[in-house]
């Protein structure tokens, strides 16, 4: 069984800064994938970003030049770092862990159908 559980949210001053995890321990498949999501309030899920079984990552347009997404396999940690953060950002951040097909990139790991998710950290960021 693969649980995911996130931490890091907050609520902060636009410009600010937070860094999201995600432990998820070990996962017992080869070849998986691993992204970050957010549902805004009022509006559906969104990918945010994407990191790939082979390393690549990927990144919503909203999020490019601001958020970097990395992996720890080794600790079984995802992160988000988060910079120049904008009221717009304002979400539940959800990280979901995908092992089916594997051996996907970050961008097809972002636009295809999760495994497993996470409950979810809330992250609210005030004009």
């Known amino acids: 069984q693969v649980h995911l559980a996130e931490s890091g949210g907050g609520s902060i001053s636009a410009g600010g800064s937070l860094r999201l995890s995600c432990d998820y321990g070990?996962?017992?498949?080869?070849?998986?994938?691993m992204a970050w999501f957010r549902q805004r309030p009022g509006s559906e899920r969104e990918g945010v970003a994407g990191?790939?079984?082979?390393?690549?990552?990927t990144y919503a347009d909203s999020v490019k030049g601001r958020f970097t997404i990395s992996q720890n396999k080794q600790q079984g940690t995802l992160y988000l770092q988060m910079v120049s953060l904008l009221p717009e950002d304002t979400a539940m951040y959800y990280c979901?862990?995908?092992?089916?097909?594997?051996?996907?990139?970050?961008?097809?790991?972002?636009?295809?159908?999760?495994?497993?998710w996470g409950k979810g950290t809330r992250v609210t960021i005030s004009s």
């Open positions: 979901a862990a995908r092992v089916q097909p594997p051996f996907v990139t970050g961008g097809d790991c972002m636009s295809g159908s999760m495994d497993y």
């Open positions: 070990r996962i017992p498949y080869s070849g998986y994938c």
């Open positions: 990191f790939g079984a082979d390393g690549s990552t």
